[in-house]
């Protein structure tokens, strides 16, 4: 049981008024003597201050909250930890949650770290714009006043600040340049169907197809959950459809499509064109270099965390797009 | 600010201890209307439990705290999306810290997790049995009471569980690989020296020499910080040393070494062999398939949540050690 200040007054006989003076440093009306048998009986008692009581008070945690959806994403993984060192460098601690992707779960972390107090949150929202757990969630954050930053997937909003990439336009470039190199049946590896990324992109994909006179084919899209092993997993279903080309939505699904078309002997890209997502830096060094898309995840990360320190001091700042880069390798090349 | 018990009291007329039951349903003696009357208070005064205060009566507040050093090794994250997923599993919600391997934020997380009320932490140090920080930290969860678990660094006390696994052995494994392909001067890039992994590690590379009797030369030690970057930085240095091999103490680095060694026109395996340690996803993928060192990262999380709901049922379950495999690839080859 914690200790309280109540519990130090009671030993050494003093108010509790006493003891909170002293131990909050505002004691310029307490003796010395007294001063010191409080600091001592804290000291002994092991007395530790309630951060939430304290933060009744100066209105302030010094903490921030992180939610992402899966931190075996090296994209987040990098994000976050440049998140977390530029924190650091502003005196911020940071609490990091992940919701694999389930919006329930993006409900559950808002509420707990409301409740431990922090004094903004960083949110890669795990739902779309339709879905009412993210309504739910910037809900709780009006009523809470607490400042809210939207990464990487964006809900226009009256409370929250949007810091993200242009995924339609990510989505467009990679499949642009597939169709510049002739293929005609592009397969399309989403993540989760809700995710807004995933939509942005495969409106990009639809947006190519269009300029290109070419139809929409539904049975080219399968729905991933952007791990490699679902990567893995769909890539038969995608060969099904005989593609000639896969734009996996990102590089952790590219890889696990590459290692299922490895396995069944065929070739990247004498069969199968493949583009990736995000341009991880393993995917330079892969025996078939992956062509793929840019996005500054570290550019991200640091933006994200200037524009909560606005927000903490109250200014309101702009949203943040950044654009993505396609950057060509040898997973892709001309249809024969 | 929050609103207490108290705003709710005063606003509609009623006592604190009144309100208290009601909220906690305790309300057996409280009369239906005055029931509805505190409900409807709270509901529109947007009335938000305070956890720690809950915590003071159920002692419990279904929390867990996660410490790990840096996200972005995929060895961490994988460890860290296992542990959610089975504390989810179990009804407890996971906050995630990283320190960055700085002992110093060791102590900064372990203080702020224990002022969040978690129930118990899940521990990977940054720092090593000589650090008086570690022993801070441990002081701390002693006298806080607090369930702590050691993770992949382990440290021999009277109240941590450790869940590791053998890293002198997976040294001595990489090292004596390289020996017996007839290598002699085998450079080692290790983790950041207070590291007890990067220790082991060590351990075991003297080892290896030992059984070959070679002498050890500490001037093929070069120090590295985990990440990639830093198996970039560091290749020269240890190319200077004349080494015709070299042991990096994780995949990211030796992704590192060997986008410096392609840069320069060193060929692997044939100018230089090259092993690195925890088998990451996209080793069997690289342009030169990674020879590494396996350690179960997935059971080794699954098994650190197991042993801590023993803990938090009161129970004191052994410490448990995992053997690491060496896993043989195309990145070595016999001394010419």
């Given at each position: 049981m914690a200790v309280t200040i109540k519990d130090i007054a009671q030993r050494i006989g003093v108010s509790v008024s006493t003891v909170s003076m002293v131990l909050n440093g505002k004691d310029y009306r307490i003796s010395p003597a007294t001063r010191e048998k409080v600091e001592a009986a804290a000291r002994e008692m092991n007395y530790r201050p309630n951060r939430m009581a304290a933060g009744l008070v100066t209105k302030t945690s010094k903490t921030l909250g992180l939610i992402v959806p899966d931190i075996t994403n090296s994209y987040f993984a990098e994000m976050a930890a440049v998140i977390e060192a530029k924190c650091a460098d502003n005196g911020y601690s940071l609490f990091l949650c992940t919701t694999n992707y389930m919006p329930e779960h993006d409900v559950k972390y808002t509420n707990l770290l409301l409740e431990q107090g922090v004094d903004g949150i960083l949110f890669v929202m795990s739902v779309d714009g339709h879905n009412h757990r993210a309504g739910e969630c910037l809900q709780l954050l009006r009523e809470a006043g607490v400042p809210i930053l939207l990464l990487d997937q964006e809900w226009s909003n009256d409370i929250a600040v949007n810091v993200i990439s242009d995924n339609e336009q990510g989505g467009y470039l990679a499949v642009r340049h597939l169709l510049e190199l002739g293929h005609v049946r592009v397969g399309s590896l989403t993540?989760?169907?809700?995710?807004q990324t995933s939509q942005k992109r495969l409106s990009g994909y639809k947006r190519a197809l269009q300029e290109y006179d070419l139809p929409f084919d539904p049975k080219l899209i399968v729905e991933g959950n952007f791990r490699t092993d679902s990567g893995y997993d769909q890539c038969d279903v995608l060969l099904a459809q005989n593609v000639t080309a896969i734009f996996a939505y990102n590089d952790m699904m590219a890889l696990g499509i590459y290692k299922r078309l490895r396995e069944k002997g065929i070739r990247v890209p004498e069969d199968i064109s493949l583009v990736g997502y995000d341009n991880l830096n393993f995917t330079d060094c892969l025996e078939v270099p992956l062509t793929t898309i840019y996005q500054p995840a570290a550019q991200m990360g640091e933006t994200a965390v200037v524009k909560m320190l606005q927000m903490l001091a109250k200014e309101r700042p702009q949203d943040v797009v950044f654009a993505p880069k396609l950057i060509i390798r040898a997973s892709t090349s001309p249809l024969l």
């Amino acid at each position: 049981m914690a200790v309280t200040i109540k519990d130090i007054a009671q030993r050494i006989g003093v108010s509790v008024s006493t003891v909170s003076m002293v131990l909050n440093g505002k004691d310029y009306r307490i003796s010395p003597a007294t001063r010191e048998k409080v600091e001592a009986a804290a000291r002994e008692m092991n007395y530790r201050p309630n951060r939430m009581a304290a933060g009744l008070v100066t209105k302030t945690s010094k903490t921030l909250g992180l939610i992402v959806p899966d931190i075996t994403n090296s994209y987040f993984a990098e994000m976050a930890a440049v998140i977390e060192a530029k924190c650091a460098d502003n005196g911020y601690s940071l609490f990091l949650c992940t919701t694999n992707y389930m919006p329930e779960h993006d409900v559950k972390y808002t509420n707990l770290l409301l409740e431990q107090g922090v004094d903004g949150i960083l949110f890669v929202m795990s739902v779309d714009g339709h879905n009412h757990r993210a309504g739910e969630c910037l809900q709780l954050l009006r009523e809470a006043g607490v400042p809210i930053l939207l990464l990487d997937q964006e809900w226009s909003n009256d409370i929250a600040v949007n810091v993200i990439s242009d995924n339609e336009q990510g989505g467009y470039l990679a499949v642009r340049h597939l169709l510049e190199l002739g293929h005609v049946r592009v397969g399309s590896l989403t993540g989760p169907a809700g995710t807004q990324t995933s939509q942005k992109r495969l409106s990009g994909y639809k947006r190519a197809l269009q300029e290109y006179d070419l139809p929409f084919d539904p049975k080219l899209i399968v729905e991933g959950n952007f791990r490699t092993d679902s990567g893995y997993d769909q890539c038969d279903v995608l060969l099904a459809q005989n593609v000639t080309a896969i734009f996996a939505y990102n590089d952790m699904m590219a890889l696990g499509i590459y290692k299922r078309l490895r396995e069944k002997g065929i070739r990247v890209p004498e069969d199968i064109s493949l583009v990736g997502y995000d341009n991880l830096n393993f995917t330079d060094c892969l025996e078939v270099p992956l062509t793929t898309i840019y996005q500054p995840a570290a550019q991200m990360g640091e933006t994200a965390v200037v524009k909560m320190l606005q927000m903490l001091a109250k200014e309101r700042p702009q949203d943040v797009v950044f654009a993505p880069k396609l950057i060509i390798r040898a997973s892709t090349s001309p249809l024969l």
